[in-house]
């Protein structure tokens, strides 16, 4: 049995999708780029129909996963998982991931990339924590072990995270300052044995800064 598009009416609350009429009575929302084509007077069938509103479901996810790219980059996984919590069937999300990917917009390798020189410019951390953020992810590991192929040493990335929290620690006696800095490297998963002499290293330097300080004070007043 056919019917027949009477009506094609842009929605109010929602410009991007319009309401499509068959044989005058409201039948189904689509999405305004699986709507193009249609026009008032074509004859459909039930097969037709739901062809239509498989399209809409595809698209409207992959519209979903572009307003999550817009906020940053994710993984595969992250965005099946996203997806999924929007109650996409595992179909539509195979198809909108293949999509992104086929685009561009998803790449696990340069996500991996990306991953890393963010967390080591603005929040070092260690090899074993990166991996395993890493792994959370869902990312192999050859994608792992191509993101780390240009990384510092261990002891260099370990300084570089010591040198942004000591700041945080000025004023500090020193078993307070060693303290806490040896727990937040521990807490960013560097090993004792890597950043044991850079306390000490932190420790002088923050104590040279703090008598230069003192002696450009004096010389003022």
């Known amino acids: 049995m056919q019917r027949v598009i009477t009506d094609i009416e842009q929605q109010k609350k929602n410009p991007n999708r319009v309401n499509i009429f068959l044989d005058e009575e409201f ?8 709507a193009l084509g249609l ?47 929007y109650g996409c069937d595992e179909g539509v999300i195979e198809q909108v991931v293949a999509r992104l990917t086929d685009k561009g917009y998803l790449n696990d390798q340069q996500f991996a990339a990306d991953w890393v020189e963010n967390r080591i410019t603005f929040r070092p951390r260690g090899r074993k924590l990166l991996r395993m953020e890493l792994q959370q992810k869902k990312l192999n590991e050859e994608q792992i072990e191509s993101a780390f192929k240009d990384l510092p040493d261990e002891v260099e990335i370990a300084r ?18 060693k303290k806490r800095l040896y727990g937040f490297l521990v807490r960013r998963g560097f090993h004792y044995e890597d950043f044991k002499p850079i306390m000490e290293e932190m420790w002088e330097e923050l104590n040279s800064s703090n008598l230069l300080e003192k002696e450009v004070k004096n010389d003022g007043r």
């Open 27 to 34: 039948a189904f929302g689509l999405h305004k780029f699986v």
């Open 39 to 85: 026009k008032i007077g074509d004859a459909m069938d039930e097969a037709q129909i739901l062809q239509l509103q498989t399209e809409d479901s595809i698209e409207e996810a992959y519209q979903r996963g572009l307003r999550l790219l817009s906020f940053r980059a994710r993984s595969e996984h992250e965005m099946r998982t996203r997806l999924m919590g």
């Open 160 to 177: 570089q995270a010591a040198m942004k929290y000591s700041v945080k620690l000025k004023g500090l006696d020193e078993q307070t300052f």
